[in-house]
Protein backbone atom coordinates (compact mmCIF):
# COMPACT_ATOMS: atom_id res chain seq x y z
CA UNK A 1 0.00 0.00 0.00
CA UNK A 2 0.83 3.66 -0.47
CA UNK A 3 1.11 6.37 2.07
CA UNK A 4 -0.32 9.24 1.12
CA UNK A 5 2.60 11.92 0.17
CA UNK A 6 5.08 13.10 2.66
CA UNK A 7 4.53 17.02 2.61
CA UNK A 8 7.94 19.06 2.08
CA UNK A 9 8.36 23.09 2.81
CA UNK A 10 7.04 24.01 -1.04
CA UNK A 11 4.47 21.10 -1.51
CA UNK A 12 4.71 16.73 -1.55
CA UNK A 13 7.33 14.70 -1.68
CA UNK A 14 6.86 12.60 -5.09
CA UNK A 15 5.46 8.51 -4.46
CA UNK A 16 8.55 6.27 -4.92
CA UNK A 17 6.81 4.56 -8.00
CA UNK A 18 9.68 3.14 -10.17
CA UNK A 19 12.50 4.22 -8.47
CA UNK A 20 14.45 1.13 -7.27
CA UNK A 21 16.87 2.66 -5.21
CA UNK A 22 14.11 3.68 -2.74
CA UNK A 23 11.99 1.37 -0.71
CA UNK A 24 8.30 1.69 -1.30
CA UNK A 25 5.20 0.92 1.01
CA UNK A 26 3.48 -0.57 -1.50
CA UNK A 27 6.28 -2.83 -2.74
CA UNK A 28 7.23 -3.81 0.54
CA UNK A 29 3.72 -4.82 1.52
CA UNK A 30 3.92 -6.86 -1.57
CA UNK A 31 6.59 -8.84 -0.79
CA UNK A 32 5.52 -9.57 2.51
CA UNK A 33 2.12 -11.10 0.68
CA UNK A 34 5.03 -13.14 -1.19
CA UNK A 35 4.32 -11.39 -4.20
CA UNK A 36 6.46 -10.90 -7.26
CA UNK A 37 6.12 -6.70 -7.79
CA UNK A 38 8.89 -5.52 -5.88
CA UNK A 39 13.31 -5.07 -6.00
CA UNK A 40 16.12 -5.95 -3.89
CA UNK A 41 15.51 -2.23 -1.85
CA UNK A 42 11.93 -3.30 -0.63
CA UNK A 43 12.82 -6.84 0.39
CA UNK A 44 16.23 -5.29 2.22
CA UNK A 45 14.00 -2.96 3.98
CA UNK A 46 11.61 -5.64 4.80
CA UNK A 47 14.68 -7.91 6.28
CA UNK A 48 15.42 -4.59 8.50
CA UNK A 49 11.77 -5.34 9.87
CA UNK A 50 12.01 -8.79 10.15
CA UNK A 51 15.14 -8.47 12.50
CA UNK A 52 12.76 -7.13 14.63
CA UNK A 53 9.86 -8.94 14.07
CA UNK A 54 10.36 -12.15 12.38
CA UNK A 55 6.52 -12.90 12.19
CA UNK A 56 5.56 -9.73 10.14
CA UNK A 57 4.48 -11.17 7.32
CA UNK A 58 1.90 -12.78 9.14
CA UNK A 59 0.26 -9.42 10.27
CA UNK A 60 -0.05 -8.17 6.64
CA UNK A 61 -1.79 -11.39 6.10
CA UNK A 62 -3.61 -10.83 9.26
CA UNK A 63 -4.80 -7.36 7.59
CA UNK A 64 -5.51 -8.97 4.14
CA UNK A 65 -7.59 -11.54 6.06
CA UNK A 66 -9.54 -8.95 8.12
CA UNK A 67 -10.37 -6.88 5.05
CA UNK A 68 -12.36 -9.82 3.77
CA UNK A 69 -14.59 -10.49 6.43
CA UNK A 70 -15.45 -6.74 6.17
CA UNK A 71 -16.16 -6.41 3.00
CA UNK A 72 -18.12 -9.54 2.75
CA UNK A 73 -19.87 -8.11 5.56
CA UNK A 74 -20.08 -4.92 4.05
CA UNK A 75 -21.89 -5.86 1.15
CA UNK A 76 -23.80 -8.87 2.07
CA UNK A 77 -25.92 -7.82 5.16
CA UNK A 78 -25.28 -4.63 5.51
CA UNK A 79 -26.09 -3.73 2.43
CA UNK A 80 -23.07 -1.88 1.00
CA UNK A 81 -23.40 -1.51 -3.15
CA UNK A 82 -20.25 0.85 -3.32
CA UNK A 83 -17.08 0.91 -1.60
CA UNK A 84 -13.91 3.20 -1.85
CA UNK A 85 -10.86 1.58 -1.06
CA UNK A 86 -7.68 4.43 -0.35
CA UNK A 87 -4.31 3.38 -0.28
CA UNK A 88 -4.86 -0.38 -2.28
CA UNK A 89 -1.87 -0.26 -3.27
CA UNK A 90 -0.58 -3.13 -5.72
CA UNK A 91 -2.69 -6.05 -6.60
CA UNK A 92 -2.76 -9.60 -5.12
CA UNK A 93 -4.73 -12.21 -4.60
CA UNK A 94 -8.68 -11.58 -3.31
CA UNK A 95 -9.22 -7.95 -4.19
CA UNK A 96 -11.93 -6.11 -2.61
CA UNK A 97 -14.22 -6.11 -5.85
CA UNK A 98 -14.08 -9.98 -5.69
CA UNK A 99 -15.10 -10.05 -2.43
CA UNK A 100 -17.70 -7.33 -2.54
CA UNK A 101 -18.88 -8.68 -6.02
CA UNK A 102 -18.78 -12.15 -4.71
CA UNK A 103 -21.60 -11.18 -3.04
CA UNK A 104 -23.28 -8.52 -5.06
CA UNK A 105 -22.50 -8.79 -8.27
CA UNK A 106 -23.43 -5.26 -8.93
CA UNK A 107 -21.37 -3.66 -6.46
CA UNK A 108 -19.21 -0.80 -7.35
CA UNK A 109 -15.52 -0.75 -6.21
CA UNK A 110 -13.30 1.98 -7.01
CA UNK A 111 -9.45 1.90 -5.72
CA UNK A 112 -7.31 4.81 -5.27
CA UNK A 113 -3.62 5.23 -4.88
CA UNK A 114 -0.90 7.91 -5.40
CA UNK A 115 1.67 5.71 -6.63
CA UNK A 116 1.83 5.87 -10.55
CA UNK A 117 3.27 2.01 -10.22
CA UNK A 118 0.18 0.69 -8.31
CA UNK A 119 -2.60 2.76 -10.80
CA UNK A 120 -0.71 1.24 -14.10
CA UNK A 121 -0.84 -2.57 -12.12
CA UNK A 122 -4.06 -2.05 -10.71
CA UNK A 123 -5.78 -0.99 -14.09
CA UNK A 124 -4.27 -3.68 -15.83
CA UNK A 125 -4.92 -6.79 -13.21
CA UNK A 126 -8.19 -5.22 -11.61
CA UNK A 127 -10.46 -3.24 -14.21
CA UNK A 128 -11.99 -6.66 -15.04
CA UNK A 129 -15.41 -5.20 -15.56
CA UNK A 130 -17.38 -2.31 -15.69
CA UNK A 131 -17.96 -1.98 -11.77
CA UNK A 132 -13.79 -2.06 -10.54
CA UNK A 133 -11.82 1.23 -11.50
CA UNK A 134 -8.18 2.14 -10.38
CA UNK A 135 -7.87 5.76 -9.94
CA UNK A 136 -4.70 7.83 -9.02
CA UNK A 137 -5.18 10.32 -6.32
CA UNK A 138 -4.42 10.70 -2.70
CA UNK A 139 -6.06 10.63 0.46
CA UNK A 140 -4.81 14.09 1.65
CA UNK A 141 -5.68 15.96 -1.38
CA UNK A 142 -7.93 18.95 -0.79
CA UNK A 143 -11.82 18.09 -0.31
CA UNK A 144 -10.95 14.33 0.31
CA UNK A 145 -11.48 11.85 -2.61
CA UNK A 146 -14.85 12.33 -2.12
CA UNK A 147 -14.62 15.22 -3.98
CA UNK A 148 -12.31 13.87 -6.49
CA UNK A 149 -14.23 13.69 -10.08
CA UNK A 150 -12.50 10.27 -10.99
CA UNK A 151 -14.10 9.13 -7.98
CA UNK A 152 -17.48 10.87 -8.32
CA UNK A 153 -17.87 10.01 -11.80
CA UNK A 154 -18.20 5.82 -10.24
CA UNK A 155 -19.93 6.30 -7.07
CA UNK A 156 -23.27 8.42 -6.04
CA UNK A 157 -21.78 10.55 -2.64
CA UNK A 158 -25.36 11.06 -2.07
CA UNK A 159 -26.18 7.15 -0.89
CA UNK A 160 -24.30 5.19 1.48
CA UNK A 161 -20.89 4.20 0.53
CA UNK A 162 -18.29 1.44 2.14
CA UNK A 163 -14.79 3.56 3.04
CA UNK A 164 -12.00 0.87 3.04
CA UNK A 165 -8.94 2.18 4.98
CA UNK A 166 -6.64 -0.72 5.63
CA UNK A 167 -3.04 -0.01 6.84
CA UNK A 168 -2.73 3.44 5.36
CA UNK A 169 -2.99 5.60 8.20
CA UNK A 170 0.09 4.32 10.27
CA UNK A 171 1.73 5.95 7.49
CA UNK A 172 0.47 9.63 7.86
CA UNK A 173 2.52 11.73 9.59
CA UNK A 174 1.23 13.34 13.19
CA UNK A 175 1.77 16.52 11.57
CA UNK A 176 -1.52 15.36 9.35
CA UNK A 177 -3.78 15.20 11.52
CA UNK A 178 -5.00 11.24 11.21
CA UNK A 179 -7.82 11.91 12.63
CA UNK A 180 -8.72 15.14 11.21
CA UNK A 181 -8.07 13.52 8.09
CA UNK A 182 -11.02 10.87 8.55
CA UNK A 183 -13.10 13.32 10.14
CA UNK A 184 -12.97 15.33 6.69
CA UNK A 185 -14.01 11.74 4.78
CA UNK A 186 -17.03 10.97 7.67
CA UNK A 187 -18.16 14.22 7.48
CA UNK A 188 -18.73 13.82 3.54
CA UNK A 189 -20.21 10.60 4.03
CA UNK A 190 -23.63 9.99 3.21
CA UNK A 191 -25.55 8.89 6.13
CA UNK A 192 -25.70 5.01 6.65
CA UNK A 193 -22.01 4.80 5.45
CA UNK A 194 -19.33 2.36 6.79
CA UNK A 195 -15.49 3.01 7.52
CA UNK A 196 -13.45 0.29 8.27
CA UNK A 197 -9.95 0.77 9.46
CA UNK A 198 -6.88 -0.81 10.45
CA UNK A 199 -3.78 0.43 11.80
CA UNK A 200 -0.37 0.01 14.19
CA UNK A 201 -1.17 -0.42 17.61
CA UNK A 202 1.07 0.93 20.47
CA UNK A 203 -0.20 -0.51 23.48
CA UNK A 204 1.47 2.07 25.80
CA UNK A 205 0.82 1.42 29.59
CA UNK A 206 -1.68 -1.70 28.85
CA UNK A 207 1.06 -3.65 27.91
CA UNK A 208 4.65 -2.93 28.66
CA UNK A 209 6.25 -5.44 26.74
CA UNK A 210 4.50 -5.38 23.39
CA UNK A 211 4.89 -1.05 24.02
CA UNK A 212 8.61 -2.23 23.80
CA UNK A 213 8.43 -4.12 20.88
CA UNK A 214 5.92 -1.64 19.45
CA UNK A 215 8.49 1.00 19.80
CA UNK A 216 11.30 -1.13 18.12
CA UNK A 217 9.05 -2.14 15.33
CA UNK A 218 8.33 2.01 15.14
CA UNK A 219 12.45 2.63 14.35
CA UNK A 220 12.52 -0.23 12.48
CA UNK A 221 9.83 0.96 9.72
CA UNK A 222 10.54 4.62 9.82
CA UNK A 223 14.46 4.34 10.11
CA UNK A 224 15.59 1.06 8.81
CA UNK A 225 12.29 0.21 6.17
CA UNK A 226 10.45 2.66 4.65
CA UNK A 227 10.51 5.70 6.47
CA UNK A 228 7.21 6.00 8.21
CA UNK A 229 5.04 3.35 10.16
CA UNK A 230 4.04 4.85 13.49
CA UNK A 231 2.40 3.24 16.20
CA UNK A 232 -0.60 4.95 17.77
CA UNK A 233 -2.53 4.09 21.21
CA UNK A 234 -6.02 2.71 21.30
CA UNK A 235 -6.97 6.34 22.52
CA UNK A 236 -5.50 8.03 19.52
CA UNK A 237 -7.14 5.92 17.03
CA UNK A 238 -10.49 5.71 18.60
CA UNK A 239 -10.49 9.43 17.51
CA UNK A 240 -10.75 8.10 13.54
CA UNK A 241 -14.19 6.80 15.21
CA UNK A 242 -15.61 10.12 16.35
CA UNK A 243 -19.23 10.56 14.80
CA UNK A 244 -19.78 7.23 13.88
CA UNK A 245 -20.73 4.29 16.03
CA UNK A 246 -18.30 1.84 16.14
CA UNK A 247 -20.06 -1.87 15.22
CA UNK A 248 -19.22 -4.86 17.82
CA UNK A 249 -16.60 -5.80 18.59
CA UNK A 250 -15.47 -2.69 18.51
CA UNK A 251 -11.82 -1.83 17.76
CA UNK A 252 -10.16 -4.73 18.79
CA UNK A 253 -7.11 -7.07 17.42
CA UNK A 254 -7.56 -7.61 14.12
CA UNK A 255 -8.03 -11.65 14.61
CA UNK A 256 -11.03 -11.02 17.47
CA UNK A 257 -13.30 -9.27 14.69
CA UNK A 258 -15.64 -11.70 13.86
CA UNK A 259 -12.80 -14.72 13.42
CA UNK A 260 -13.73 -17.32 10.73
CA UNK A 261 -12.83 -19.58 13.60
CA UNK A 262 -10.85 -20.61 16.33
CA UNK A 263 -7.32 -20.20 16.68
CA UNK A 264 -4.39 -22.36 15.31
CA UNK A 265 -2.11 -21.23 17.38
CA UNK A 266 -0.47 -18.84 20.10
CA UNK A 267 -0.38 -15.42 18.66
CA UNK A 268 2.58 -13.88 17.94
CA UNK A 269 3.58 -10.46 19.89
CA UNK A 270 3.80 -8.70 16.45
CA UNK A 271 0.45 -9.74 15.07
CA UNK A 272 -0.97 -8.36 18.50
CA UNK A 273 0.62 -4.61 17.28
CA UNK A 274 -2.29 -3.92 14.92
CA UNK A 275 -6.29 -2.44 15.96
CA UNK A 276 -9.59 -3.05 13.29
CA UNK A 277 -12.51 -1.42 13.73
CA UNK A 278 -15.93 -0.40 11.36
CA UNK A 279 -17.84 2.70 11.94
CA UNK A 280 -21.39 3.22 10.70
CA UNK A 281 -22.53 7.06 10.04
CA UNK A 282 -26.02 6.54 11.62
CA UNK A 283 -29.21 7.41 10.04
CA UNK A 284 -31.02 10.58 10.97
CA UNK A 285 -33.57 9.29 14.15
CA UNK A 286 -37.00 9.60 12.08
CA UNK A 287 -39.29 12.37 13.44
CA UNK A 288 -41.27 11.64 16.09
CA UNK A 289 -45.06 12.39 15.68
CA UNK A 290 -47.09 13.59 18.39
CA UNK A 291 -50.69 12.62 19.14
CA UNK A 292 -53.46 15.48 18.08
Not at 142 to 150: H, I
Not at 167 to 184: E, I, K, T, Y
Amino acid sequence: MSPPAARREGGFRAPVGVDTTRASIARVYDYSLDGKDNYPVDRAALAAILEVAPGQREVSRLNRRWQHRVVRYLAGSAGIDQFLDVGAGLPTVCNTHQVAQQENRDAQVVYVDNDPLCCAHGRALLEENANTHYLCGDLLEDGTLLENEGVSRYLDPGRPIGLIVCGVLQHVDDSFDPAAVVRGYTDRLADGSFVAITSFWDPADENRELHALAKRLEWAFTEMGVGSGWYRTREQQLEYFGGLELREPGLVGLADWWPAGPPTRPRWPEEQLILGGVGHKPLPAPPRIHPV
